[in-house]
């Protein structure tokens, strides 16, 4: 019986020190994907001199933790292609996200035109029947011809976005001889209707990139791509534009400013 005893004690002392273990883990993980949050804000701002990151032992000092956390973080940062180690320099920033403003509505050419041209390439284009949720969306009865617009946008040469449009085809057909490969279609829009555009309804969410939509993109299958669902209105409350819009999640950056209304 008392060797029964010692052995059970043990076992208790064994499970004990496993589970203390996966806690520290746990902390350990859980501190390095605060830090990984920190250190991704700060290279997507230009923080770092050079886009090189401080030493793994400057950064556990300056954060407080410890140089296993930082490599974790750093890892989940590597994960992400956000970083790079290069022998002999460091761990480096190698990618770029350009910042979108969600509280102004413009087109991609006037968001980004502080980063370089945006360029479309128009893959299709022409009328076609609205399905059902988008004549509903857009006012139109069921099985109405609208205009419907692919588009894949680059910056930089690289692709940026995979844009579905639908327009009501009154206003659509004015379109079809428009030079959509290097104009926003809100430009185009408020040109051919003589209005200004007034507001629109967004919807942002994280999607997985089907086959089609990652090939066009060069992302690899099953990425994330944020997808922008957007309703522009005429100032006057038309609706004249739905967009499906998949954004390149390693490539681009939401942000907004938000009041606090009482």
């Given at each position: 019986m008392p060797s029964d005893r010692i052995r059970d004690h043990a076992g208790q002392?064994?499970?004990?020190t496993?589970?203390?273990?996966?806690a520290r883990r746990r902390l350990r993980a859980d501190r390095a994907r605060q830090l990984a949050d920190l250190l991704r804000q700060q290279a997507l701002t230009g923080a770092f001199p050079g886009g090189t990151?401080?030493?793994e032992s400057t950064l556990a000092t300056e954060y407080g933790t410890s140089r296993n956390t930082v490599r974790e973080a750093l890892d989940l940062l590597r994960a992400e292609g956000l970083v790079e180690r290069q022998p002999g320099?460091?761990?480096?920033v190698v990618a770029h996200k350009y910042p979108h403003?969600?509280?102004r509505l413009m087109g991609l050419a006037e968001t980004l035109r502080e980063h370089g041209q945006v360029t479309n390439e128009v893959r299709t284009m022409g009328p076609a029947p609205a399905p059902a949720p988008v004549a509903d969306r857009l006012r139109l009865a069921p099985?109405?011809?609208v205009l419907y617009i692919e588009r894949l946008r680059r910056l930089g040469g690289l692709p940026l976005s995979l844009d579905l449009t639908y327009i009501p085809l009154d206003i659509g057909t004015e379109l079809l001889g428009?030079?959509?490969?290097?104009?926003?279609?809100?430009?185009?829009?408020?040109a051919v209707t003589g209005r200004h555009l007034g507001h629109a309804e967004i919807t942002l969410e994280a999607v997985s990139a089907d086959t089609h939509s990652a090939a066009v993109l060069e992302a690899p299958r099953g990425a994330a791509v944020l997808m922008l669902e957007r309703l522009t209105h005429l100032a006057d409350g038309r609706p004249v534009d739905l967009e499906f819009i998949r954004f390149r999640g390693d490539r681009i950056t939401m942000s907004g400013l938000l009041h606090r209304t009482r």
């Open positions: 002392g064994a499970a004990t496993v589970a203390a273990h996966r990151l401080p030493h320099v460091g761990t480096v403003g969600l509280d099985g109405t011809d428009a030079d959509l490969e290097n104009t926003d279609v809100f430009r185009l829009l408020e």
